[in-house]
């Protein structure tokens, strides 16, 4: 009866962390409303990159996309110990300014050096000027690519950063991630 009870248990928790598809066609994601053209996969909050929500094509650890929904003034990209705390957005930052906070934050989460930096455009996003970048990184002697597309809308910093294995991966879904990102929309 045991048994019974913790194999019950264990398919039951299981359960609690499935991924879900995600469709083609307008989807609202939080804070963001996006487009993909392609089906992604929602990653349970655990398997998401700072617990953000994220979605994948072919795992998280091939290729993921997560947004980031109004990360509010004074506040970092991701949550630390007050011993090493991460950098802080701040709305007086310029676009260069808040890649670089991204930068720095995902080589801080991940573990990983950031390796070689693409050219920052700007990109107009729900009507507020917004910007787009890349960057490459090395996680776990792995080669990665990643792009970032934002914007600040009042006292928020909205984001969506796209990574995935330099090879293959990156380019696999790239232009749905371009897409997605110019047809942003902030609620």
């Not at 019974?4 to 804070?31: D, H, R």
């Not at 910007?131 to 002697?141: E, K, L, R, T, V």
């Not at 690519?145 to 990156?170: C, I, P, S, W």
Request: hydrophobic share 40%.
């Amino acid at each position: 009866m045991n048994r019974l009870l913790i194999l019950v248990g264990v398919l039951l928790l299981s359960a609690c962390n499935q991924y879900t598809l995600v469709q083609p066609g307008l989807v609202e994601v939080q804070q963001v409303a996006v487009s993909p053209t392609n089906p992604w996969n929602a990653a349970p909050r655990a398997d998401g990159l700072g617990g953000y929500p994220t979605w994948t094509t072919d795992g998280v650890i091939l290729n993921s996309l997560t947004f980031f929904p109004a990360i509010k003034n004074g506040k970092p990209l991701f949550k630390s110990s007050h011993d090493d705390p991460y950098p802080a957005f701040t709305t007086d930052l310029l676009p260069n300014e808040i890649v670089e906070i991204v930068e720095s934050s995902i080589a801080k989460e991940l573990g990983a050096t950031i390796s070689g930096r693409g050219g920052l455009k700007p990109l107009m996003i729900d009507g507020n000027p917004g910007f787009q970048s890349s960057f490459d990184f090395i996680a776990g002697d792995v080669p990665r690519r990643a792009f970032v597309a934002g914007a600040v809308k009042g006292e928020a910093l909205y984001l969506m950063l796209y990574q995935a294995t330099d090879l293959y991966y990156y380019d696999k879904y790239l232009e749905d991630v371009r897409s997605m990102a110019a047809g942003m929309r902030l609620n």
